[in-house]
């Protein structure tokens, strides 16, 4: 078996094994965690697009829907060429976890299109997009399955997501349809501030880990995996609070600076060099296989799952892990870590201030209300902040980490909303 195919699997065994651990302390109803175990639907469509070329292309999409007993099913699409099914199944099972800890009005889903975008030109990935949305068909809506930017997607696919949904719609009913994606342009109804919300919230939760611990970030230095939308803006709020960034890496290299790197300019370095840190000169390139081993005291992965193994745990120096990617640390190390004393805020805390501000554009646009950027930042600062303290007092009350006291507060919720409604019929 590939180690490609190992890793995919691995991502549904760690979520398994961290939800089954929770459900174990906090002596989960047994029925309860049988329903909590599978997912509610999946869906695999293959359809047809045509290229700039003329020929014509199959594509394989998947959106998996885990749980729906607290709301609309809600989570990204990536275009990824690690897309499959377990993949899917696994961060749809991370989302409904998130949904639920945050305390929004969700469920969670997850899916995309398993492809590496960069070969495609813009024109095919509208078409890619396009076909997709129309295959998925009545499996997304408003008010039933929300999708949202992930890896490797952003506004402008929402905007073609939701023209593509809109125009399936009879004209009386479209304007009742603007909700059926959240990460859109704010042209197009997006909300200010979604684009640097989930950067943001793992920014707060390392600022709110450090007064708890009364840790003062300035001059501290931290490392980002991940130079995308969630590493750059993490590192940019880093920067702001006078941390400094001695190495980041991303899809195409790594690259290491004692003395810091500025986050700015490294990120206008990579927007004119189609996306890649590579060739930035106020930086050294090193090996990928040193780069979770440098010297910090914050670690930020923010790319994707499994990134923290077995290989690497050894080497990493980091006091505090700020996970802003799903899934990046798996079971074995995390043991590892911990035993280490190295903290972990994991992914369904750390990183849920972009579906927190997804649920803030979908009310936006269910009220036909447009809130400035500081009410959005302002809004995500309390939530984030009332989920952190909650983690922090279950972690005490359990003796656990705060991985398995936010997956018990998370699945507590559940729980609670079966019990009172009950299992059909």
Same mark, same amino acid.
């Given at each position: 078996?590939?180690? /490609? ?214 001059? /501290? ?89 077995? /290989? ?6 980091? /006091? ?106």
């Amino acid at each position: 078996m590939s180690d /490609k195919k190992k890793r995919k699997q691995g991502m549904l065994e760690n979520v398994m094994r961290q939800f089954n651990n929770a459900a174990d302390i906090m002596e989960l109803n047994p029925n309860i965690r049988k329903i909590l175990s599978i997912t509610n639907n999946e869906i695999v469509v293959h359809f047809p697009v045509k290229m700039d070329d003329g020929n014509v292309e199959i594509f394989t999409g998947y959106r998996v829907q885990h749980n729906n007993s607290l709301g609309p099913y809600k989570g990204g699409l990536r275009y990824h060429p690690t897309v499959d099914i377990d993949a899917a199944r696994a961060l749809a099972m991370w989302m409904t976890w998130k949904t639920s800890l945050a305390g929004l009005p969700y469920g969670g889903a997850k899916g995309g299109i398993q492809l590496d975008p960069l070969k495609y030109s813009q024109s095919e990935l509208e078409r890619i997009t396009r076909r997709f949305t129309y295959a998925l068909g009545t499996n997304i809506g408003p008010e039933f399955d929300i999708p949202a930017p992930d890896v490797n997607t952003n506004p402008q696919i929402m905007a073609w997501i939701l023209d593509t949904f809109m125009s399936t719609k009879a004209p009386s009913d479209r304007s009742a349809n603007m909700h059926v994606v959240t990460g859109k342009p704010i042209g197009t109804g997006g909300s200010e501030g979604r684009d640097r919300a989930t950067g943001f919230g793992v920014f707060l939760n390392i600022k709110f880990w450090a007064a708890h611990n009364q840790v003062n970030l300035k001059g /501290k230095k931290f490392i980002v995996q991940g130079f995308g939308n969630v590493g750059y803006w993490a590192s940019y709020f880093m920067q702001e609070e006078g941390a400094l960034m001695v190495g980041v890496q991303d899809a195409y290299g790594s690259l290491a600076n004692k003395e810091g790197i500025s986050v700015t300019d490294l990120f206008a370095h990579s927007r004119t060099n189609r996306g890649s840190i590579l060739g930035y000169t106020k930086a050294n390139e090193i090996n990928k296989e040193d780069f979770f081993a440098l010297d910090c005291d914050i670690c930020i992965p923010s790319a994707l799952g499994n990134q923290i193994t077995l /290989k690497n745990v050894g080497g990493i120096k980091a /006091k505090l892990i700020a996970e802003g990617a799903n899934g990046p640390t798996d079971v074995e190390a995390e043991r590892i870590l911990l035993d280490r004393e190295i903290e972990i805020i994991p992914d369904i805390l750390c990183n849920s201030g972009g579906v927190i501000c997804s649920y803030f554009e979908w009310l936006q646009n269910r009220n036909g209300e447009i809130w400035t950027l500081d009410e959005v930042l302002e809004k995500l600062q309390r939530k984030l902040f009332d989920s952190f303290n909650r983690v922090l007092k279950t972690a005490q009350e359990y003796k656990v980490d705060l991985r398995t006291s936010a997956f018990i507060i998370a699945i507590k919720r559940l729980e609670d909303t079966y019990v009172q409604r009950g299992v059909f019929p």
